[in-house]
Nanobody, 114 residues
């Protein structure tokens, strides 16, 4: 059974930081590209960042220079370090594992407000 379990969300003030984690089980983690998506109220889900199984990364323009995706293959975990958070970063953040199939986590809420 595949599970992606996100953690680390919460409420922060603008300019603050959060680190999201996503622990994967039931998959051969090193085969998968891992990604973070987000969905704000009334908007479509969008890709935030993705890291290939070889470590290559790609980011949405809106988060470049502020967010960093990384993975620890020994722990089957992907991270999203978020700094300089803005109110427009408020969304539910989803972890995704992508290979022959795409798996999703249940999401974790990030709220940025003063």
């Amino acid at each position: 059974q595949v599970q992606l379990v996100e953690s680390g969300g919460g409420s922060v003030q603008p300019g603050g930081s959060l680190r999201l984690s996503c622990a994967a089980s039931g998959i051969i983690f090193t085969n998968y590209a891992m990604a973070w998506y987000r969905q704000a109220p009334g908007k479509q889900r969008e890709l935030v960042a993705i890291i290939a199984n070889g470590g290559r990364t790609n980011y949405a323009d809106s988060v470049k220079g502020r967010f960093t995706i990384s993975r620890d293959n020994a722990k089957n975990t992907v991270y999203l370090q978020m700094v300089s958070l803005k109110p427009e970063d408020t969304a539910v953040y989803y972890c995704s594992a992508q290979y022959s199939y795409i798996y999703w986590g249940q999401g974790t809420q990030v709220a940025v407000s003063s």
